[in-house]
T-cell receptor, first 115, second 114 residues
Framework: DAGVIQSPRHEVTEMGQEVTLRCKPISGHDYLFWYRQTMMRGLELLIYFNNNVPIDDSGMPEDRFSAKMPNASFSTLKIQPSEPRDSAVYFC?????????????FGSGTQLSVL | GDSVTQMEGPVTLSEEAFLTINCTYTATGYPSLFWYVQYPGEGLQLLLKATKADDKGSNKGFEATYRKETTSFHLEKGSVQVSDSAVYFCALSRYGGSQGNLIFGKGTKLSVKP
């Protein structure tokens, strides 16, 4: 299995631009999570899905952030318009409760810089 | 609300030194506790976990014991290697068993010198 795949690895954009981060979870996993990592706030859960349905988006910072999961193998996190304070590493993770010992698998992250 | 506090880093040790990274938590109910490790340029990986009081999680020479009385889950290793250099995160589950609903500590960077 290729693991959780995120793209792009690095994204540099200018303030006001739209940014789309992409994630392909591990095949067969029914939970998908988006986390944000910053020096100041550490790791924060933004939103998670179960069977493609958003379950808890209470961590999404504001309306500029949106996430979708149109099918079991793809999710996007969109920021529109982007701001410098959105600069962070964004991680996608997936897991499955049906495989006994539940374990969270993280992607390598997307390093976002908003200038 | 629930929270995790872990010791500030960075921690710098010589190879074969003893490692302790402190972690304490605040939570309602009986959370599961985890240690994750993040190597440079990579995502987090589960290192070990404990699901109830007095459980000891262990992996790759690392150990941590779930201490309900002190609300702690300190990470230890008897002899660190250069390859252990990474950032270590303590975490608790917010909703029972689901690992995704995790609250993480800020992370502790460990550097091991040869």
């Amino acid at each position: 299995d290729a693991g959780v795949i995120q793209s792009p690895r690095h994204e540099v954009t200018e303030m006001g631009q739209e940014v789309t981060l992409r994630c392909k979870p591990i095949s067969g996993h029914d939970y998908l999570f988006w986390y944000r990592q910053t020096m100041m706030r550490g790791l924060e859960l933004l939103i998670y899905f179960n069977n493609n349905v958003p379950i808890d988006d209470s961590g999404m910072p504001e309306d500029r952030f949106s996430a979708k999961m149109p099918n079991a193998s793809f999710s996007t996190l969109k920021i529109q318009p982007s701001e410098p304070r959105d600069s962070a590493v964004y991680f996608c993770a997936s897991s499955s409760r049906d495989r006994g010992d539940e374990k969270l698998f993280f992607g390598s992250g997307t390093q976002l810089s908003v200038l | 609300g629930d929270s995790v506090t872990q010791m500030e880093g960075p921690v710098t040790l010589s190879e074969e030194a003893f490692l302790t990274i402190n972690c304490t938590y605040t939570a309602t109910g009986y959370p599961s506790l985890f240690w994750y490790v993040q190597y440079p340029g990579e995502g987090l990986q589960l290192l070990l976990k404990a699901t109830k009081a007095d459980d000891k999680g262990s992996n790759k020479g690392f150990e941590a014991t779930y201490r309900k009385e002190t609300t702690s889950f300190h990470l230890e290793k008897g002899s660190v290697q250069v390859s252990d250099s990474a950032v270590y995160f303590c975490a608790l589950s917010r909703y029972g068993g689901s690992q995704g609903n995790l609250i993480f500590g800020k992370g502790t960077k460990l550097s091991v010198k040869p």
